[in-house]
Nanobody, 124 residues
Framework: QVQLVESGGGLVQAGGSLRLSCAANGRTFRRYAMGWFRQAPGKEREFVASISRSGGSTYYADSVKGRFTISRDAVKNTVYLQMNSLQPEDTAVYYC?????????????????WGQGTQVTVSS
């Protein structure tokens, strides 16, 4: 089992940056592909980015491509989401998730474990 704890959310002005972190417990972190999702009020949870077990492959939603970067640190058992050029439409609760399969999963149902989420608010 994997426990995930997100941090790094907050309030930022449009055009600003934030870096989210997701710390995983246990020694099995490297066995999981990781993903970031977000959910705005009244909307469904949507895919943001994912990264393979090795960190060698990544995938992004079109809405964040070129602005967000996902990465992982195997020593620190942590996955990151660097968010640049933030816009008000990026406002949401951001969740990290762990996937025991090897693919870069795009749908929430494909992930096995979830963090509690961290709020990101972008003001105009």
């Amino acid at each position: 089992q994997v426990q995930l704890v997100e941090s790094g959310g907050g309030l930022v002005q449009a055009g600003g940056s934030l870096r989210l972190s997701c710390a995983a417990n246990g020694r099995t972190f490297r066995r999981y592909a990781m993903g970031w999702f977000r959910q705005a009020p009244g909307k469904e949870r949507e895919f943001v980015a994912s990264i393979s077990r090795s960190g060698g492959s990544t995938y992004y939603a079109d809405s964040v491509k070129g602005r967000f970067t996902i990465s992982r640190d195997a020593v620190k058992n942590t996955v990151y989401l660097q968010m640049n050029s933030l816009q008000p439409e990026d406002t949401a609760v951001y969740y990290c998730a762990a996937d025991s399969d090897s693919g870069l999963a795009l749908t929430p149902g494909q992930y096995d474990y979830w963090g509690q989420g961290t709020q990101v608010t972008v003001s105009s």
